[in-house]
């Protein structure tokens, strides 16, 4: 019996994703980079907050032209680094499995799924803390509703670490453990580093 | 009119991810293929050894050789091939 299937470019890319996924466990990894990079991100540009805050920097440009600069190299640094380092490690494991096989498996959908999963985890790891520092930065894009500069500094302090409890209770989803206390540990690092960056 | 193949042993080494479960899938998908049996003989480090019997009405041993190089496999060698109008077994012979 002849097959009619309609041609989705879209939904044929999710089965190979979901596939390769499969096969290269990219889910995993990606959360776990994911939360360890929106964590290093919302951490990084609370010091930026507070290092221009401590230095009585009180033009809104200044904050959100440091900010968004930082945003970006930490976006370039994940996204260049994890996809440096996640595809040597793939490709050496990929040689390993070569020689055990005694077969060349860069062209088979091993192969594919591992140089797939290196791309994808280097998006995560790239856009993860650009993204949680944006959140962050959100309260000096609409500074105009702020009645002072300091006001703004500690809304976007507080969005830090509402963000940091947001991840607590991503991680804590995942090792399903209290969601509030998971949450709570990840506040406290933030605090702690305010506290720092205050005392300097 | 070329015979059709009908059944096939093969002996096959495999990595060990993708699963025997996945290629069985896979492989039950083929065109001309209406049942497969795989199992696994020896595992070791990273690979394992796989004996995949399949059969149908016109097996293409292509698209299969094709398909299971394409997971990561390697056919070591035909073991068994019957081909024809029915599926027969081989004769017991007196030296058996």
């Known amino acids: 019996m002849p097959k009619f299937q309609l041609y989705n470019p879209l939904s044929q890319w999710v089965r190979k994703a979901k596939e390769y996924n499969a096969i290269a466990d990219i889910g995993e990894i990606g959360r776990r980079y994911f939360a360890m990079n929106a964590f290093d ?9 507070i290092g221009n805050m401590s230095a009585g920097v009180d033009s809104v440009r200044i904050v959100v032209t440091t900010g968004f600069t930082t945003c970006i190299a930490m976006g370039i640094s ?29 062209n088979t959908r091993l192969g594919r799924a591992s140089r797939f999963a290196a791309i994808i985890i280097a998006i995560i790891d790239g856009l993860a803390p650009l993204l949680a520092a944006l959140i962050v930065l959100i309260p000096f ?55 720092i960056g205050l005392l300097l | 009119m070329i015979g059709k193949i009908r059944r096939l042993v093969l002996d096959t080494l495999k990595p060990i991810e993708p699963s025997i479960i996945d290629i069985a899938r896979q492989i039950s998908e083929l065109d001309g293929i209406t049942a497969v049996n795989i199992s696994i003989s020896e595992v070791d480090h990273r690979v394992e050894s796989a004996k995949i019997t399949v059969e149908g009405d016109d097996i293409h041993y292509e698209d299969l050789l094709k398909l299971i190089q394409d997971l990561g496999g390697s056919i070591h060698s035909v073991d068994e091939v019957v081909a024809g109008k029915m599926i027969i077994d081989d004769a017991a012979t007196l030296q058996d």
């Open chain 1, 41 to 49: 991100g919302v951490l990084t540009i609370i010091g930026v907050l």
């Open chain 1, 141 to 195: 894009f609409m500074a105009e509703i702020f009645p002072t500069i300091q006001s703004t500094y500690i809304t976007a302090l507080g969005i830090s670490l509402l963000t940091l409890f947001g991840l607590g209770v991503f991680l804590g989803n995942i090792s399903r453990e209290n969601l509030i206390i998971s949450g709570l540990k990840t506040i406290i690092a933030g605090i702690v580093s305010i506290l």
């Open chain 1, 78 to 106: 994940g996204l260049w680094g994890s996809y440096l380092t996640e595809s040597a490690e793939r490709k050496r494991d990929m040689e390993e499995l070569s020689r055990s096989m005694l077969v060349d498996q860069n």
